[in-house]
Nanobody, 129 residues
């Protein structure tokens, strides 16, 4: 069983930056693609970004392309989300998640928001205007 723990959230002004981290409890985490989702108050959870197990491929929601960067350090069992040019609409609880399987179409479960077997408890990001 893999446990995921997010950190790095906080309060930032519009235009600022934050870096979120997702630390996994087991090295087997490195075998899976990993992604970030977010849920704003009163809204459904939505996909943000994902990265393949090797780190060689990434996939982003249109709303964050060019502003957010996902990366991973498998030696540290950690995935990062660098968030730049933050806007008030980025305010949400950010969750790290991973499926328990591999797929050649690895980004599809993230894009469609299905098939995630492991979830963290989330970290709150608040962007003030």
């Amino acid at each position: 069983q893999v446990q995921l723990v997010e950190s790095g959230g906080g309060l930032v002004q519009a235009g600022g930056s934050l870096r979120l981290s997702c630390a996994a409890s087991a090295r087997t985490f490195n075998n899976y693609a990993t992604g970030w989702f977010r849920q704003a108050p009163g809204k459904e959870r939505e996909f943000v970004a994902a990265i393949r197990w090797s780190g060689g491929s990434t996939y982003y929601a249109d709303s964050v392309k060019g502003r957010f960067t996902i990366s991973r350090d498998n030696a540290k069992n950690t995935v990062y989300l660098q968030m730049n040019s933050l806007q008030p609409e980025d305010t949400a609880v950010y969750y790290c998640a991973a499926p328990g399987t591999r797929s050649s179409t690895w980004y599809v479960p993230f894009r469609d928001g299905v098939g995630m077997d492991y979830w963290g408890k989330g970290t709150l990001v608040t962007v003030s205007s």
